[in-house]
């Protein structure tokens, strides 16, 4: 568990300073006068209040499992946290951690149907009706089981409190591993996602005058984003992914590019499989940082899956962690404000290293192994892995190479000629 960093009274800057006004009382002249500064100071810095660096994070939703064999595991986050305090990533002034509150359960009517939540909820009770299975609810990717509506509500709610914090005030990140259901439609579950607590979030921050942009890096094309936003253009909605011909969900070619006032606001990247750091970057650094530079969104929510990597046992990219601090390191450096969201990653050690290498690149600090050095520190996994949050740099062999760098030169010279000049921007 983390080490005490919970927003409590005691940490507030009220009591810091009323403990200092109750020691002058019979103090020197001297004292009084070092205690006047201390507290000019702190009226100072007020002004310019600390930024903070958010954890949504329950022990609890760690613990919940769709069924054994299912490869989504939310113990993720679990192992993540165990890396933070391990690499000493979790003890600054300015971060917190917060249990969400559960949110209000209209809110998920900003994007998903009454109906379907209520299917949602019989589902939880052991009911079985076709219009779960229409709703693809107790498929093989969609189990029914037990606490699927609570673990799905609780989930959302840190991605919901998340963007809220960020909307509120003085949080310029907020990340919650347990978000990033970028699957789910109005009226249906996909690709282990039941609630889609992006979209539900975005709907809201829109309706409160946000501009937000999406940024979607999971391997999987987030299809059920791009629906929820597709005809508007308060969202940019950008999505990185395997292209649709070998990865679910099929969809993401980059000539769905938005509708009506949407028009050009839905960016798809495909890439090809086997695509690797030196390609994926390629594609990223010559899109991305134009589009957003061109949005200046208020908030940019990032959608950080990690089954782009080359280890990931349900997609076909080649990242490494080499990589996907680049692309990290690139968002945190465009946006004024960041939620991040874990989504998809299934080698289960490799995502929360990646994970782990976000949070520090997102908060500005550099990973130091706090067990370096002693004998039976290792806490999981095959003793080289455990040892190491990095990835030697990997590069697929020549002719693959060419065959993705080909792929990703199209699409990038598609975007740059049909969604670049709806902007204004010249390449
Ligand atoms: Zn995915």
Same mark, same amino acid.
């Given at each position: 568990m983390f080490r005490g960093l919970r927003m409590t009274?005691?940490?507030?800057?009220? %009591?810091?300073?009323?403990? #200092?006004?109750?020691?002058?009382?019979?103090?020197?002249? @001297?004292? =009084?006068?070092?205690?006047?500064?201390?507290?000019? *100071?702190?009226?100072?810095? =007020?002004?310019?209040?600390?930024?903070?660096?958010?954890?949504?994070?329950?022990?609890?939703?760690?613990?919940?499992?769709?069924?054994?064999?299912?490869?989504?595991?939310?113990?993720?986050?679990?192992?993540?946290?165990?890396? @933070?305090?391990?690499?000493?990533?979790? %003890?600054e002034e300015n971060q917190r951690i917060v249990a969400p509150p559960l949110m209000d359960e209209e809110l998920l009517y900003l994007f998903h149907t009454r109906e379907y939540i209520e299917l949602l909820k019989k589902g939880e009770k052991g009911e079985v009706s076709v219009e779960m299975f229409r709703a693809g609810l107790g498929t093989e990717d969609n189990p029914l089981f037990k606490t699927m509506y609570q673990y799905a509500l609780e989930a959302s709610s840190g991605t919901y409190e998340g963007a809220m914090m960020l909307c509120r005030g003085n949080v310029r990140f907020a990340f919650n591993p347990f978000g990033g259901f970028h699957h789910a439609g109005r009226d249906y579950a996909g690709g282990f996602c039941y609630i889609n607590d992006i979209a539900v979030a975005i709907a809201d921050l829109v309706r409160?005058?946000? =501009?937000?942009?999406? #940024?979607?890096?999971? +391997?999987?094309?987030?299809?059920?984003?791009? *629906?929820?936003?597709?005809?508007? *253009?308060?969202?940019?909605?950008? %999505?990185?992914?395997?292209?649709?011909?070998?990865?679910?969900?099929?969809?993401? %070619?980059e000539t769905e590019t938005g509708a009506n006032e949407g028009l050009g606001y839905n960016v798809n990247i495909p890439l090809r499989e086997g695509t690797d750091d030196e390609v994926y970057l390629l594609a990223f650094e010559s899109l991305i940082p134009s589009l957003i530079e061109s949005f200046k969104p208020d908030i940019v929510v990032a959608n950080i899956g990690c089954d782009t990597h080359k280890d990931d046992p349900l997609a076909h990219l080649n990242l490494t962690s080499n990589g996907y601090k680049k692309v990290i390191s690139?968002?945190? *450096?465009?946006?004024?404000?960041?939620?991040? @969201?874990?989504?998809?990653?299934?080698?289960?050690f490799r995502t929360a290293a990646l994970w782990t290498l976000a949070w520090a690149v997102f908060c500005g600090l550099q990973p130091h192994d706090l067990h370096s050095g002693? #004998?039976?520190?290792?806490?999981?996994?095959?003793?080289?892995? +455990?040892?190491?949050?990095?990835?030697?740099?990997?590069?697929?062999?020549d002719w693959e190479k060419e065959q993705c760098l080909v792929h990703a030169r199209r699409v990038i010279d598609f975007i740059k000629n049909n969604i670049f000049p709806l902007h204004g921007i010249t390449r």
């Open positions: 009274s005691a940490e507030c800057p009220e %009591s810091s300073l009323t403990n #200092v006004v109750r020691f002058t009382k019979g103090s020197s002249s @001297l004292c =009084r006068g070092l205690i006047a500064a201390i507290i000019e *100071d702190r009226n100072r810095n =007020r002004e310019e209040p600390m930024l903070i660096n958010a954890l949504m994070y329950s022990y609890d939703l760690t613990r919940h499992e769709y069924k054994p064999s299912h490869p989504f595991k939310p113990v993720r986050a679990r192992l993540m946290s165990e890396l @933070l305090n391990r690499y000493g990533l979790i %003890s409160k005058g946000q =501009r937000v942009a999406y #940024v979607d890096i999971d +391997a999987h094309h987030g299809d059920g984003v791009q *629906d929820a936003f597709y005809k508007t *253009d308060r969202v940019l909605n950008i %999505s990185l992914h395997e292209s649709g011909e070998t990865l679910y969900p099929g969809t993401g %070619s690139i968002i945190n *450096d465009l946006s004024p404000k960041i939620l991040a @969201l874990g989504s998809g990653g299934y080698n289960l002693i #004998v039976g520190g290792m806490m999981y996994g095959p003793e080289t892995d +455990a040892g190491q949050l990095d990835d030697p740099p990997y590069s697929v062999g």
